[in-house]
């Protein structure tokens, strides 16, 4: 997955705008898209992204800490793992989680999808990571405005379906 579409989805995950196992652009439209008018404006993914930052905030002092963050993490890891939506994660649900989780990992270390990681490719995947310190309102809603202006393409201030979708496929191509 390209660089650009992924983090949007990352957005759209951080934001808690996307359902567990909803990973395309095709989703993130839809639960960004408050109007339900098949596109999103920058409103509407800020207002997502405000919405889901006081959620996060848990003690609602203007800062999303790493434990604040773990917490999230912990709690959505969970959905994505109890398929059947029983509240409980059986060893076969475990099992076919960590089977995703390592093959998307590996993916994402294989950076020329030769089927092997090397040191190199591990080290860029480190650094493309960076440290995760505490997070602001202001800085999660700079983040995603930038990455908003990206996938408009035609500056219009919506991303459409058809943008969405020409960046999946472009992401698709390398």
């Not at 999230?72 to 969970?78: E, S």
């Not at 408009?152 to 020409?166: C, F, K, L, Q, T």
């Amino acid at each position: 997955m390209g660089k650009r579409l992924s983090k949007i989805i990352v957005i759209a995950a951080l934001t808690g705008a996307m359902t567990a196992g909803a990973a395309s652009a095709s989703d993130m439209l839809r639960h960004f898209d408050a109007n339900g008018d098949g596109t999103v404006t920058r409103i509407e993914a800020r207002d997502a992204v405000r919405a889901h930052f006081r959620g996060l905030d848990l003690d609602a002092n203007g800062v999303v800490t790493k434990d604040e963050r773990r917490a999230d993490r912990r709690d959505r890891r969970f959905e994505r793992m109890d398929t059947n939506r029983d509240g409980v994660v059986t060893y076969d649900e475990l099992q076919n989680a960590a089977t995703k989780r390592a093959q998307k990992r590996f993916s994402d270390l294989d950076a020329n999808r030769d089927g092997v990681v090397t040191r190199e490719e591990a080290d860029l995947a480190k650094k493309r990571r960076g440290a995760r310190g505490p997070m602001t309102l202001q800085d999660l809603d700079a983040r995603v405005m930038r990455m908003f202006d990206r996938a408009d393409r035609d500056r219009n201030g919506v991303i459409s379906p058809d943008e969405a979708a020409g960046l999946a496929s472009h992401d698709r191509r390398g």
